[in-house]
Nanobody, 130 residues
Framework: EVQLQASGGGLVQAGGSLKLSCVVS????????IGWFRQAPGKEREGVSC????????YYSDSVKGRFTVSSDNAKKTVDLQMTSLKVEDTAVYYC???????????????????????WGKGTQVTVSS
C-alpha cells in the first residue's frame, strides 16, 4: 500500500519561508507523478506543483510560480517544496500525492486533474500571518 507522509508545515509571517517534505513508501510504479496540492477553507483543491518521473520536469501553478520550488528524489521517493516569499493567501492544508500516470500525462496534467486512484497524504497545515 502506498503511503505518504508530509511534514514541515507551520506558522510563518508573510514574506517568510517554509520547506515541506513528503516521504513516500510502498511505491512500486515505474512511471508516476508526484506533487503537492493545497486546499484553503472555502476554496477548491489546487495543484501547486507536480513532477512526472518520466522526464522530471516540474509544473507550478501561476499563483506560486517564481516563489516555490519543487524537488524530488526518485531513489528515496521523496518530494520537497521550498516555499519562499509566502503570502497570506498561501495559507492552506498542503497535501502530497502520487499515482501511476498514463504515458501521455505530464506533471502539469496530474496537478490539474490528479487521478481517480491518487494516493493522498494526510496533509500539513501552512499558516501565513500578516
Amino acid at each position: 500500500e502506498v503511503q505518504l507522509q508530509a511534514s514541515g508545515g507551520g506558522l510563518v509571517q508573510a514574506g517568510g519561508s517554509l520547506k515541506l517534505s513528503c516521504v513516500v513508501s510502498g511505491l512500486t510504479f515505474d512511471e508516476y507523478a508526484i506533487g503537492w496540492f493545497r486546499q484553503a477553507p472555502g476554496k477548491e483543491r489546487e495543484g501547486v506543483s507536480c513532477i512526472s518521473s518520466r522526464d522530471g520536469s516540474a509544473y507550478y501553478s501561476d499563483s506560486v510560480k517564481g516563489r516555490f520550488t519543487v524537488s524530488s528524489d526518485n531513489a528515496k521517493k521523496t518530494v520537497d517544496l521550498q516555499m519562499t516569499s509566502l503570502k497570506v493567501e498561501d495559507t492552506a492544508v498542503y497535501y502530497c500525492a502520487t499515482d501511476e500516470i498514463p504515458k501521455y500525462w505530464t506533471g502539469e496534467t496530474y496537478c490539474r486533474y490528479s487521478t481517480m486512484g491518487t494516493f493522498w497524504g494526510k496533509g500539513t497545515q501552512v499558516t501565513v500571518s500578516s
